[in-house]
Protein backbone atom coordinates (compact mmCIF):
# COMPACT_ATOMS: atom_id res chain seq x y z
CA UNK A 1 0.00 0.00 0.00
CA UNK A 2 3.14 2.69 0.87
CA UNK A 3 4.53 1.85 -2.63
CA UNK A 4 1.10 2.50 -4.37
CA UNK A 5 0.69 5.50 -2.09
CA UNK A 6 3.98 6.88 -3.35
CA UNK A 7 3.61 6.17 -7.30
CA UNK A 8 0.43 8.41 -7.08
CA UNK A 9 2.15 10.80 -5.01
CA UNK A 10 4.62 11.22 -7.51
CA UNK A 11 2.09 11.31 -10.34
CA UNK A 12 -0.17 13.70 -9.05
CA UNK A 13 2.80 15.97 -8.34
CA UNK A 14 4.39 15.47 -11.88
CA UNK A 15 1.02 16.14 -13.18
CA UNK A 16 0.55 19.27 -11.17
CA UNK A 17 3.52 20.68 -12.93
CA UNK A 18 2.31 20.29 -16.24
CA UNK A 19 -0.55 22.57 -18.29
CA UNK A 20 -2.16 20.49 -21.48
CA UNK A 21 -2.11 21.83 -24.45
CA UNK A 22 -5.57 22.83 -25.77
CA UNK A 23 -7.70 22.75 -29.64
CA UNK A 24 -7.22 21.17 -31.97
CA UNK A 25 -7.32 17.85 -33.52
CA UNK A 26 -4.80 16.41 -30.68
CA UNK A 27 -7.11 16.43 -28.19
CA UNK A 28 -8.88 13.32 -27.74
CA UNK A 29 -5.51 11.46 -27.89
CA UNK A 30 -3.74 13.77 -25.07
CA UNK A 31 -7.54 13.16 -22.86
CA UNK A 32 -7.12 9.35 -23.46
CA UNK A 33 -2.89 9.81 -22.75
CA UNK A 34 -3.73 11.50 -19.73
CA UNK A 35 -6.01 8.76 -18.56
CA UNK A 36 -3.54 6.33 -18.82
CA UNK A 37 -0.66 8.03 -17.13
CA UNK A 38 -3.15 8.21 -13.95
CA UNK A 39 -4.41 4.60 -14.43
CA UNK A 40 -0.72 3.11 -14.54
CA UNK A 41 1.52 5.64 -12.25
CA UNK A 42 4.61 6.97 -13.41
CA UNK A 43 7.61 4.58 -12.86
CA UNK A 44 9.15 3.69 -9.44
CA UNK A 45 12.84 1.53 -9.20
CA UNK A 46 10.55 -1.39 -8.21
CA UNK A 47 8.65 -1.72 -11.97
CA UNK A 48 10.23 -4.40 -13.52
CA UNK A 49 11.69 -2.39 -16.17
CA UNK A 50 13.38 0.16 -14.22
CA UNK A 51 15.02 -2.33 -12.04
CA UNK A 52 18.09 -1.57 -13.10
CA UNK A 53 17.56 2.65 -13.89
CA UNK A 54 16.09 5.29 -10.86
CA UNK A 55 13.78 7.06 -12.69
CA UNK A 56 13.12 9.35 -10.14
CA UNK A 57 15.16 12.34 -11.88
CA UNK A 58 12.97 11.67 -14.43
CA UNK A 59 9.15 12.16 -12.77
CA UNK A 60 9.74 14.84 -10.34
CA UNK A 61 8.02 17.87 -10.44
CA UNK A 62 10.62 19.61 -12.02
CA UNK A 63 14.40 19.21 -13.74
CA UNK A 64 17.28 18.88 -11.61
CA UNK A 65 19.97 22.23 -12.84
CA UNK A 66 22.06 21.05 -15.62
CA UNK A 67 25.47 22.92 -16.60
CA UNK A 68 25.90 24.74 -20.05
CA UNK A 69 28.64 22.99 -21.87
CA UNK A 70 30.48 25.06 -24.13
CA UNK A 71 33.01 24.02 -27.07
CA UNK A 72 34.57 24.86 -30.02
CA UNK A 73 33.69 21.69 -32.20
CA UNK A 74 32.22 22.38 -35.51
CA UNK A 75 28.34 21.32 -35.66
CA UNK A 76 27.25 17.34 -35.84
CA UNK A 77 26.51 16.63 -39.95
CA UNK A 78 27.78 20.16 -40.26
CA UNK A 79 29.50 18.97 -43.73
CA UNK A 80 25.76 17.95 -44.96
CA UNK A 81 23.84 19.22 -47.23
CA UNK A 82 20.35 18.45 -44.85
CA UNK A 83 17.59 20.64 -44.06
CA UNK A 84 17.82 22.31 -40.32
CA UNK A 85 14.78 22.25 -37.99
CA UNK A 86 15.79 23.61 -34.63
CA UNK A 87 14.71 23.49 -30.94
CA UNK A 88 16.21 25.54 -28.32
CA UNK A 89 15.45 24.40 -24.58
CA UNK A 90 12.41 22.41 -26.54
CA UNK A 91 11.18 25.63 -28.21
CA UNK A 92 11.14 26.07 -31.81
CA UNK A 93 13.06 28.43 -33.11
CA UNK A 94 12.25 30.00 -36.30
CA UNK A 95 15.10 32.15 -37.24
CA UNK A 96 18.15 29.04 -36.79
CA UNK A 97 15.48 27.01 -38.96
CA UNK A 98 15.81 26.40 -42.57
CA UNK A 99 12.52 26.28 -44.79
CA UNK A 100 10.97 23.49 -44.27
CA UNK A 101 9.97 22.98 -48.07
CA UNK A 102 11.49 20.29 -49.56
CA UNK A 103 10.27 17.99 -52.59
CA UNK A 104 8.48 14.54 -51.29
CA UNK A 105 7.42 15.39 -48.20
CA UNK A 106 6.08 17.96 -45.98
CA UNK A 107 6.97 19.44 -42.58
CA UNK A 108 4.63 20.79 -40.05
CA UNK A 109 5.03 21.70 -36.12
CA UNK A 110 2.57 20.23 -33.69
CA UNK A 111 2.24 23.55 -32.22
CA UNK A 112 0.82 25.32 -35.19
CA UNK A 113 -1.26 22.31 -36.46
CA UNK A 114 -4.72 22.91 -34.78
CA UNK A 115 -7.08 22.11 -37.78
CA UNK A 116 -10.16 19.54 -36.57
CA UNK A 117 -8.80 17.52 -39.50
CA UNK A 118 -4.97 16.25 -39.74
CA UNK A 119 -3.70 13.39 -41.21
CA UNK A 120 -1.70 13.17 -38.22
CA UNK A 121 -5.10 12.76 -36.12
CA UNK A 122 -4.90 9.03 -36.95
CA UNK A 123 -0.93 8.42 -35.71
CA UNK A 124 -0.40 10.77 -33.09
CA UNK A 125 -0.75 8.95 -29.71
CA UNK A 126 -1.71 5.60 -31.58
CA UNK A 127 1.47 3.94 -32.14
CA UNK A 128 2.44 4.75 -28.49
CA UNK A 129 -0.83 3.17 -26.98
CA UNK A 130 -0.13 0.14 -29.13
CA UNK A 131 2.86 0.12 -27.47
CA UNK A 132 2.00 0.29 -23.88
CA UNK A 133 1.12 -3.57 -23.97
CA UNK A 134 2.15 -5.87 -22.40
CA UNK A 135 4.83 -3.52 -21.15
CA UNK A 136 3.18 -0.14 -19.76
CA UNK A 137 5.56 2.82 -20.84
CA UNK A 138 3.88 6.00 -18.56
CA UNK A 139 7.05 8.28 -19.54
CA UNK A 140 5.70 8.12 -23.36
CA UNK A 141 2.12 8.85 -22.22
CA UNK A 142 2.78 11.90 -20.19
CA UNK A 143 4.64 12.86 -23.46
CA UNK A 144 1.88 12.41 -25.79
CA UNK A 145 -0.54 14.06 -23.17
CA UNK A 146 1.41 16.79 -23.00
CA UNK A 147 4.26 17.64 -25.43
CA UNK A 148 4.52 21.83 -26.33
CA UNK A 149 5.62 20.82 -29.70
CA UNK A 150 7.57 18.55 -32.40
CA UNK A 151 7.17 18.10 -36.63
CA UNK A 152 4.57 16.53 -38.42
CA UNK A 153 6.55 14.87 -41.18
CA UNK A 154 4.28 13.33 -44.70
CA UNK A 155 7.10 11.41 -46.45
CA UNK A 156 5.68 11.25 -50.38
CA UNK A 157 8.25 10.27 -52.09
CA UNK A 158 12.18 9.76 -51.73
CA UNK A 159 13.59 13.35 -50.03
CA UNK A 160 17.06 14.06 -51.36
CA UNK A 161 18.48 15.74 -48.13
CA UNK A 162 18.40 14.40 -44.97
CA UNK A 163 16.06 16.31 -42.01
CA UNK A 164 18.54 17.70 -39.52
CA UNK A 165 16.45 18.02 -36.31
CA UNK A 166 19.17 19.87 -33.87
CA UNK A 167 18.16 20.46 -30.25
CA UNK A 168 20.19 23.15 -28.36
CA UNK A 169 20.24 23.10 -24.66
CA UNK A 170 20.84 27.13 -23.44
CA UNK A 171 18.24 27.27 -19.82
CA UNK A 172 20.17 25.13 -16.99
CA UNK A 173 16.65 24.25 -15.91
CA UNK A 174 14.91 23.53 -19.08
CA UNK A 175 12.41 20.82 -19.15
CA UNK A 176 11.25 20.50 -22.71
CA UNK A 177 8.78 17.55 -23.98
CA UNK A 178 8.85 17.03 -27.32
CA UNK A 179 6.48 14.85 -29.84
CA UNK A 180 7.19 14.15 -33.58
CA UNK A 181 5.04 12.09 -36.06
CA UNK A 182 6.29 11.08 -39.57
CA UNK A 183 4.83 9.02 -41.54
CA UNK A 184 6.75 7.24 -44.80
CA UNK A 185 4.29 6.07 -47.52
CA UNK A 186 4.19 3.36 -49.66
CA UNK A 187 7.85 3.28 -51.88
CA UNK A 188 8.81 6.58 -50.11
CA UNK A 189 12.55 7.03 -48.16
CA UNK A 190 13.78 9.62 -45.97
CA UNK A 191 16.35 10.05 -43.83
CA UNK A 192 16.22 11.61 -40.36
CA UNK A 193 18.71 13.46 -38.02
CA UNK A 194 18.77 14.27 -34.51
CA UNK A 195 21.56 16.31 -32.57
CA UNK A 196 22.45 18.04 -29.63
CA UNK A 197 21.60 17.56 -25.43
CA UNK A 198 18.29 19.31 -25.77
CA UNK A 199 17.48 20.61 -22.65
CA UNK A 200 18.13 20.07 -18.93
CA UNK A 201 15.31 17.02 -19.05
CA UNK A 202 14.37 15.90 -21.99
CA UNK A 203 11.05 13.83 -22.94
CA UNK A 204 10.92 12.73 -26.56
CA UNK A 205 8.58 10.59 -28.31
CA UNK A 206 8.87 9.77 -31.84
CA UNK A 207 6.03 7.90 -33.59
CA UNK A 208 7.04 6.14 -36.88
CA UNK A 209 4.95 4.68 -39.62
CA UNK A 210 6.27 3.06 -42.60
CA UNK A 211 4.18 2.20 -44.89
CA UNK A 212 4.86 -0.77 -47.89
CA UNK A 213 8.14 -0.87 -49.31
CA UNK A 214 9.00 2.17 -47.45
CA UNK A 215 12.59 3.36 -46.22
CA UNK A 216 13.14 5.28 -42.91
CA UNK A 217 16.65 6.09 -41.76
CA UNK A 218 17.43 7.44 -38.40
CA UNK A 219 20.76 8.85 -37.01
CA UNK A 220 20.88 10.22 -33.64
CA UNK A 221 24.09 11.82 -31.42
CA UNK A 222 23.04 12.59 -28.06
CA UNK A 223 25.55 14.72 -26.03
CA UNK A 224 27.72 16.59 -25.38
CA UNK A 225 26.33 18.48 -21.74
CA UNK A 226 27.26 15.80 -19.04
CA UNK A 227 24.29 16.96 -16.52
CA UNK A 228 21.35 16.60 -18.75
CA UNK A 229 18.59 13.60 -18.30
CA UNK A 230 16.67 12.13 -20.67
CA UNK A 231 13.82 9.80 -21.54
CA UNK A 232 13.25 8.97 -25.17
CA UNK A 233 11.01 6.38 -26.91
CA UNK A 234 10.45 5.61 -30.51
CA UNK A 235 7.30 4.05 -31.36
CA UNK A 236 7.72 2.07 -35.32
CA UNK A 237 4.54 0.20 -37.69
CA UNK A 238 6.40 -1.51 -40.37
CA UNK A 239 4.29 -2.59 -43.56
CA UNK A 240 5.45 -5.10 -46.64
CA UNK A 241 9.16 -5.49 -47.28
CA UNK A 242 9.45 -1.95 -45.71
CA UNK A 243 12.57 -0.99 -44.02
CA UNK A 244 13.70 0.81 -40.86
CA UNK A 245 17.07 1.60 -39.54
CA UNK A 246 18.00 3.75 -36.54
CA UNK A 247 21.27 3.92 -34.63
CA UNK A 248 22.24 6.13 -31.79
CA UNK A 249 25.50 7.20 -30.09
CA UNK A 250 25.35 8.87 -26.99
CA UNK A 251 28.47 10.54 -25.37
CA UNK A 252 28.37 11.87 -21.87
CA UNK A 253 25.09 12.68 -19.98
CA UNK A 254 24.33 11.97 -16.26
CA UNK A 255 20.94 9.76 -17.27
CA UNK A 256 19.71 8.75 -20.65
CA UNK A 257 16.90 5.77 -21.28
CA UNK A 258 16.48 5.19 -24.65
CA UNK A 259 13.59 3.05 -25.59
CA UNK A 260 12.68 1.38 -29.07
CA UNK A 261 9.52 -0.24 -29.76
CA UNK A 262 8.85 -1.69 -33.16
CA UNK A 263 6.14 -4.06 -34.53
CA UNK A 264 6.67 -5.81 -37.64
CA UNK A 265 3.49 -6.09 -39.47
CA UNK A 266 3.58 -6.56 -42.97
CA UNK A 267 5.56 -9.65 -44.49
CA UNK A 268 9.26 -9.36 -45.22
CA UNK A 269 10.04 -6.21 -43.30
CA UNK A 270 13.36 -4.88 -42.05
CA UNK A 271 14.28 -3.58 -38.55
CA UNK A 272 17.43 -2.58 -37.24
CA UNK A 273 18.11 -1.00 -34.17
CA UNK A 274 21.99 -0.15 -32.95
CA UNK A 275 23.77 1.78 -30.83
CA UNK A 276 27.28 2.53 -28.97
CA UNK A 277 27.69 4.82 -26.05
CA UNK A 278 30.50 6.19 -24.16
CA UNK A 279 30.49 6.50 -20.75
CA UNK A 280 32.85 8.45 -17.77
CA UNK A 281 32.29 8.94 -14.02
CA UNK A 282 28.69 9.70 -12.90
CA UNK A 283 27.12 7.93 -16.38
CA UNK A 284 23.99 6.00 -16.73
CA UNK A 285 22.89 4.83 -19.97
CA UNK A 286 19.92 2.71 -20.45
CA UNK A 287 18.77 1.16 -23.66
CA UNK A 288 15.10 -1.06 -23.59
CA UNK A 289 14.33 -2.59 -26.52
CA UNK A 290 11.08 -4.34 -27.66
CA UNK A 291 10.56 -5.85 -31.12
CA UNK A 292 7.49 -8.06 -31.92
CA UNK A 293 7.10 -9.91 -35.33
CA UNK A 294 3.94 -10.03 -36.51
CA UNK A 295 4.43 -10.93 -40.15
CA UNK A 296 6.09 -13.51 -42.27
CA UNK A 297 9.93 -13.82 -43.20
CA UNK A 298 11.06 -10.39 -41.60
CA UNK A 299 14.65 -9.81 -40.23
CA UNK A 300 15.38 -8.21 -36.58
CA UNK A 301 18.77 -6.66 -35.78
CA UNK A 302 19.54 -5.18 -32.36
CA UNK A 303 23.51 -4.34 -31.76
CA UNK A 304 24.51 -2.00 -29.00
CA UNK A 305 28.04 -1.65 -27.98
CA UNK A 306 28.80 0.55 -24.49
CA UNK A 307 32.28 1.48 -23.30
CA UNK A 308 32.72 1.79 -19.59
CA UNK A 309 34.91 4.15 -17.52
CA UNK A 310 35.44 5.23 -13.81
CA UNK A 311 31.98 4.28 -12.61
CA UNK A 312 30.33 4.41 -15.50
CA UNK A 313 26.66 1.85 -15.83
CA UNK A 314 25.46 0.43 -19.24
CA UNK A 315 21.87 -1.02 -19.15
CA UNK A 316 21.13 -3.29 -22.00
CA UNK A 317 16.73 -4.79 -21.76
CA UNK A 318 16.09 -6.07 -25.14
CA UNK A 319 13.59 -8.07 -26.32
CA UNK A 320 12.13 -10.47 -29.28
CA UNK A 321 8.84 -11.11 -29.77
CA UNK A 322 7.85 -13.65 -32.57
CA UNK A 323 3.79 -14.39 -32.75
CA UNK A 324 2.14 -17.57 -33.66
CA UNK A 325 2.30 -17.76 -37.61
CA UNK A 326 5.31 -15.13 -37.64
CA UNK A 327 7.48 -17.93 -39.55
CA UNK A 328 11.04 -17.39 -40.96
CA UNK A 329 11.63 -15.18 -38.73
CA UNK A 330 15.33 -13.88 -38.60
CA UNK A 331 16.11 -12.09 -34.88
CA UNK A 332 19.39 -11.22 -34.32
CA UNK A 333 20.33 -9.68 -30.85
CA UNK A 334 23.53 -8.72 -29.27
CA UNK A 335 24.71 -6.56 -26.51
CA UNK A 336 28.30 -6.20 -24.91
CA UNK A 337 30.16 -3.81 -23.04
CA UNK A 338 33.79 -3.18 -22.70
CA UNK A 339 34.74 -1.79 -19.08
CA UNK A 340 38.01 0.02 -19.09
CA UNK A 341 38.11 -0.05 -15.09
CA UNK A 342 37.14 -2.44 -12.49
CA UNK A 343 34.59 0.12 -11.16
CA UNK A 344 31.84 0.20 -14.29
CA UNK A 345 29.18 -1.95 -14.49
CA UNK A 346 26.84 -3.23 -17.35
CA UNK A 347 23.32 -5.01 -16.81
CA UNK A 348 22.06 -6.80 -19.12
CA UNK A 349 18.55 -8.44 -19.44
CA UNK A 350 18.02 -9.79 -23.03
CA UNK A 351 15.03 -11.93 -23.91
CA UNK A 352 13.18 -14.60 -26.75
CA UNK A 353 9.49 -15.09 -26.79
CA UNK A 354 8.93 -17.32 -29.41
CA UNK A 355 5.42 -18.86 -30.65
CA UNK A 356 6.45 -20.06 -33.98
CA UNK A 357 8.58 -23.20 -35.35
CA UNK A 358 10.06 -21.71 -37.92
CA UNK A 359 12.13 -19.22 -36.81
CA UNK A 360 16.30 -18.08 -36.53
CA UNK A 361 16.57 -16.08 -33.60
CA UNK A 362 19.80 -15.71 -31.23
CA UNK A 363 20.49 -13.54 -28.64
CA UNK A 364 24.35 -12.62 -26.40
CA UNK A 365 25.58 -10.61 -24.10
CA UNK A 366 29.38 -10.05 -22.84
CA UNK A 367 31.71 -7.85 -20.75
CA UNK A 368 34.58 -7.55 -20.96
CA UNK A 369 37.89 -5.90 -20.66
CA UNK A 370 40.73 -4.56 -23.42
CA UNK A 371 41.95 -7.62 -25.16
CA UNK A 372 45.61 -7.83 -23.34
CA UNK A 373 47.40 -9.44 -26.53
CA UNK A 374 45.99 -7.47 -29.41
CA UNK A 375 47.42 -4.07 -26.79
CA UNK A 376 50.66 -5.72 -26.35
CA UNK A 377 50.69 -6.32 -30.30
CA UNK A 378 50.09 -2.75 -30.98
CA UNK A 379 52.89 -1.56 -28.37
CA UNK A 380 55.17 -3.58 -29.84
CA UNK A 381 54.38 -1.51 -33.00
CA UNK A 382 55.75 1.46 -31.95
CA UNK A 383 51.57 2.35 -30.89
CA UNK A 384 51.97 4.48 -27.17
CA UNK A 385 49.06 2.56 -24.81
CA UNK A 386 46.84 5.70 -24.70
CA UNK A 387 46.28 5.35 -28.39
CA UNK A 388 45.90 1.85 -28.60
CA UNK A 389 43.64 1.45 -26.29
CA UNK A 390 41.95 4.28 -27.82
CA UNK A 391 42.06 2.36 -31.55
CA UNK A 392 40.83 -1.55 -30.06
CA UNK A 393 37.92 1.03 -28.58
CA UNK A 394 36.77 1.75 -31.99
CA UNK A 395 36.98 -1.67 -33.23
CA UNK A 396 34.89 -2.94 -30.78
CA UNK A 397 32.02 -0.33 -31.36
CA UNK A 398 32.62 -1.03 -35.37
CA UNK A 399 29.96 -3.46 -35.22
CA UNK A 400 27.12 -0.74 -34.33
CA UNK A 401 28.51 1.76 -36.22
CA UNK A 402 28.31 -0.20 -39.09
CA UNK A 403 24.68 -0.12 -38.99
CA UNK A 404 24.92 3.24 -40.60
CA UNK A 405 23.90 2.95 -44.50
CA UNK A 406 25.58 6.28 -45.36
CA UNK A 407 28.98 6.79 -45.89
CA UNK A 408 29.88 9.83 -44.98
CA UNK A 409 27.65 9.90 -41.45
CA UNK A 410 28.86 6.73 -40.59
CA UNK A 411 32.34 8.44 -40.64
CA UNK A 412 31.55 11.62 -38.65
CA UNK A 413 30.55 9.26 -35.96
CA UNK A 414 33.55 7.34 -35.97
CA UNK A 415 35.77 10.59 -35.42
CA UNK A 416 33.24 11.72 -32.69
CA UNK A 417 33.80 9.01 -30.87
CA UNK A 418 37.48 9.11 -31.46
CA UNK A 419 37.51 12.64 -30.51
CA UNK A 420 36.31 11.66 -27.20
CA UNK A 421 38.26 9.10 -26.79
CA UNK A 422 41.11 11.29 -27.10
CA UNK A 423 39.39 13.99 -24.87
CA UNK A 424 38.94 11.42 -21.88
CA UNK A 425 42.21 9.83 -21.83
CA UNK A 426 43.62 13.03 -21.44
Same mark, same amino acid.
Given at each position: ?11 ? @?? =? ?17 ? =? ?12 ? *? ?16 ? /? ?35 ? *????? *? ?18 ? *? ?49 ? !? ?14 ? $???? /? ?32 ? !? ?7 ? $? ?17 ? +? ?21 ? !? ?83 ? @? ?9 ? $? ?18 ? @???? +? &?? &? ?19
Amino acid at each position: MADAALKTSTTE @AR =LASLDMPTGGWSQTARKDA =LSRVIAMGLPERKD *EYWRYTRPDSLTQPGAIP /AALFHNDESPLFGEVERIKIVFVDGVFDADASDDLTL *EGLTI *ERLAEANTDIHWARDLYGVL *ETNGQTPVHRPLAALNTAFATDGVLIHVTGKVSKPINLQYHHRSETSDAIL !HHVIRVDTGAEVTILE $SGPA /AARFNKVMEVDVADQGVFHHVRAQGRDHERRAAT !HIFTRLGQE $SVFKSFTLTANGVMTRNEC +IIELKGDDAVAHVAGACVGDGDF !HHDDTVFITHDAVNCESRQVFKKVLRNGATGVFQGKILVKQGAQKTDGYQISQSLLLDEDSQFLAKPELEIYADDVACSHGSTSG @AIDETALFYLR $SRGIPHGPATDLLTLAFLAE @AVDE +I &ED &ETLRAEIVDRLAGWLERHRK
